[in-house]
């Protein structure tokens, strides 16, 4: 059974960092792509980072670029999102997904956590 837990949200003043953490279970095929998506009220979720399961490729969408950084640790089956810089637009609930094959397509999630940046 696949289980992915995320971990480290909170609230944090703009300019602030915060790291996140996806504990991962149950992975059984060598070829996932770990990524992070976030979803704020209102909106649709969208596409933050992205990192293959070697971790030698990673890639970032344009608002968080330069700010963000994807890395996982295999041997504690963590992916981490480091989040320096933030901005109150960057609140939202942020959900670690293993995908198949391509970041859009079909995988598992998990079950969202809440970073909050005020003003």
């Known amino acids: 059974q696949v289980q992915l837990v995320e971990s480290g949200g909170g609230v944090v003043q703009a300019g602030g960092s915060l790291r996140l953490s996806c504990a991962y279970s149950?992975?059984?095929?060598?070829?996932?792509?770990m990524a992070w998506f976030r979803q704020a009220p209102g909106k649709e979720r969208e596409f933050v980072a992205r990192?293959?399961?070697?971790?030698?490729?990673?890639g970032y969408a344009g608002p968080v670029k330069g700010r963000f950084t994807i890395s996982r640790d295999s041997a504690k089956n963590t992916v981490y999102l480091q989040m320096n810089s933030l901005k109150p637009e960057d609140t939202a609930v942020y959900f670690c997904?293993?995908?198949?094959?391509?970041?859009?397509?079909?995988?598992?999630w998990g079950q969202g956590t809440q970073v909050t940046v005020s003003s």
């Open positions: 990192i293959n399961w070697s971790g030698s490729d990673t």
């Open positions: 997904k293993a995908a198949l094959t391509t970041v859009l397509g079909s995988g598992y």
């Open positions: 149950g992975l059984t095929f060598s070829s996932y792509v």
